[in-house]
């Protein structure tokens, strides 16, 4: 823990703990309106709807270390890396909510989720962050400035090739990029040693000649050390470097998954290295906080996210005939 | 000053203007640096901007495709080349899904401007995986303007509105139109153009030749098929008027109702395959507006819904061309 402030803990645990209420707040409102008989297409958040709790700590270990000016690409399951990039949250959830004040004006939903005033950007294609984040290093190194990119990925992504050309092309050309691979053991339904040849997608780093390392995600703080390492040597121009972060995702792939694929037993177990109850524990036994002052953190960040939802619930949908606009930039 | 210059000069000209007024344009691609592009296309770049602006890159489309994305999110202006048409398909995903809908995801929050340039057309027994044109798959996404031209004049224009376009920009350049030494080119593709830079707006047709009997609505070679053609009907009295769209996207939708509404008569010819694409578009298009004012049914010739073979009696066969286009305005004009 040397070198971390007890600030910056205290603010990566704010940032992990308004992720988690964020989401478990997201989780059971996408359930309003869906019931008796389960409608994708309905309630205030309609079409699918991929949550990060539990993975939490790859997303505020990385984030810690950037700037606006860096960028974040992510995936579909994209909440917390925004969240720790620094995107308007107001914005993101109306976006989320089809709401005309979203990001985009309900144009992109959960799974497209542009803030370009703090360089964040998300896909739902598999494996799409890795060239985009790769050519956001291509414009760094011409434009000769110290940014760095983050491509974000499930351990899924990496088999897309997609992966390997943008790792070998980073390498190439050493660009400040850093390749975070989320490993939640679950490629949706199919377990990732059923998917992939090596235990850890760390190890494929050697085949670029970058550094790769594995890393434990129910520790933020060791994810913040190796991100730090990473970062730094991103914008000392010395090229990429790939993490790769083992996290449990605590909900299904998508709300609505019957998770048929894993038992309670195991979901149970792995909630047991939460990596915010970890962190929580930390600051209260070494008396960075107590429990008092936690509790008031706490109560602020959940009142903060229940105004939050509510803007998005009381804004008003985009007027239909906005969905024709836009398709080209005019001017 | 102009000068009768190859399309291939013409391209790598408008871009090094470009690149020397906007050091936001950088170019990447499959041997774009010390080849030129395999199609000449990026001739003499790296010597004048050296290997930071013009980069070759690996084997690796997706990689550099969703680069240029990457790049053009951070204020860039991105040329990649994608060597063959052909080859879209390890790097469509960047393309369709992400290039061309990025701007409307994010309601006009991100800009795209970056222009994809690519290899199209056949006749050279280069068979099935090296001479399609498929401008119409890129046509059909929104999202992607399509520019497509027939001469070094129009190149050196349509690619400098490209470079200057905030959108993400398909540019088709037909291997058989650039005037390379070592691949058949007709001489009429190589015309004046200026030394300075210039512009054609997107979105503009051209007339290449007026006629009063019959509008033919083509693109890239089949413009010269269709002047050839035209040219050996002229002596059996029958008037031809020739529009080279020049882009898809956006499309001169007045210049080609103006025409058939003075003509009567609709051929669209097109070296792309024919179902679901830029023949049938036009053809509903007109019809929509003015079925009841044509003397015959709107007809189209294009590539027959095979891939493309590879011997030249094969080839020839099912390659659009002077004589079918003939045969196809006689039966019209009965």
Redesign the interface.
Known sequence: MAGISNETLLSMYKTMYKIRTYEEALGSIYYEGKSPAFDISAGPIPGELHLSSGQEATAVGVCTHLNPEDAVVSTHRAHHFAIAKGVSLKEMTAEIFGKATGLSSGKGGHMHLFDPNVNFSCSGIVGASFPQATGIGIAAKIQGKDYVAVAVGGDGAANQGTFHESLNLAALWKLPVIFVIEDNSWAISVEKDKSTSVGKNSERAKAYGIPGVYVDGANVIAVYEIAKEAVERARRGEGPSLIEVKVYRFRGHFEGDPQLYRTKEDLEEAKLKDPLKNLEKQLIDRKIINEDKLKKTQDKIEMEIAEIIEFARQSPYPEPKAALENVFHRG | MARKLPMYKAISEAIAQEMEKDNSI?V?GEDIGAYGGIFGATTGLLQKFGN??V?D??I?E???????????????R?IAELMFVDFFG?AM??IY??IAK??????????MPIVIMTAIGGGYSDAAQHSQCLYGLFAHV??L?IVIPSNSYDAKGLMISSLRD??PVMYFFHKGLMGLGWMPSPDEAAVEVPEEAYTIPLGEAKIVKEGKDITIATVSRMVYEALWATKELENEGISAEIIDLRTLVPLDKKALIDSVKKTGRLLVVDEDYRSYGMTGEIVSLVSEEMAHNLKVPPRRLAYPDVPIPYSRTLEKFVLPDKDKIKIIIKEMMK
């Open positions: 950088f990447m930071e602006r980069k890159t690996p690796s997706s990689a550099f495709i969703g680069g240029a994305l990457g790049a053009a999110s951070k204020g860039m991105p390890v995903d960047q899904n992400h990025a701007h409307y995801m994010s309601d006009g929050h991100v800009k929104p999202g303007k905030d959108n």
